[in-house]
């Protein structure tokens, strides 16, 4: 299995900025796409940003420009630094990775339990 545990979450005024981090740890044999999803009260879980092994990035339309994803493939972390931090960027936020846990097994996705993101007017 696959443990992603999340840190730097918290409370931040409109404007100011903050930085996620995740790392993965556990039985890992290679982990293809790490991200970040995010969930507000009351809707969906969206996609922010993921990044591949080779470092290609998708970014959602609501934070480009604004956030920037990175990962470090030799410590399996993942980080996502939020600047311009608007309220409406308010959610639990998610780590995410599709990582092979066993030599011979198929890639699967495991996420993480969930940092709080508060972003005050």
């Known amino acids: 299995q696959v443990q992603l545990v999340e840190s730097g979450g918290g409370l931040v005024q409109a404007g100011g900025s903050l930085t996620l981090s995740c790392v993965a740890s556990?039985?890992?044999?290679?982990?293809?796409?790490m991200g970040w999803y995010r969930q507000a009260p009351g809707k969906q879980r969206d996609l922010v940003a993921y990044i591949t092994t080779v470092g290609y990035t998708n970014y959602a339309d609501s934070v480009k420009g604004r956030f920037t994803i990175s990962r470090d493939n030799a410590k399996n972390t993942v980080s996502l630094q939020m600047s311009s931090l608007k309220p409406e960027d308010t959610a639990v936020y998610y780590c995410?990775?599709?990582?092979?846990?066993?030599?011979?097994?198929?890639?699967?996705?495991?996420w993480g339990q969930g940092t709080q993101v508060t972003v005050s007017s």
């Open positions: 995410y990775a599709n990582a092979k846990a066993s030599l011979q097994g198929r890639p699967d996705d495991y």
């Open positions: 556990g039985s890992i044999f290679g982990i293809a796409v």
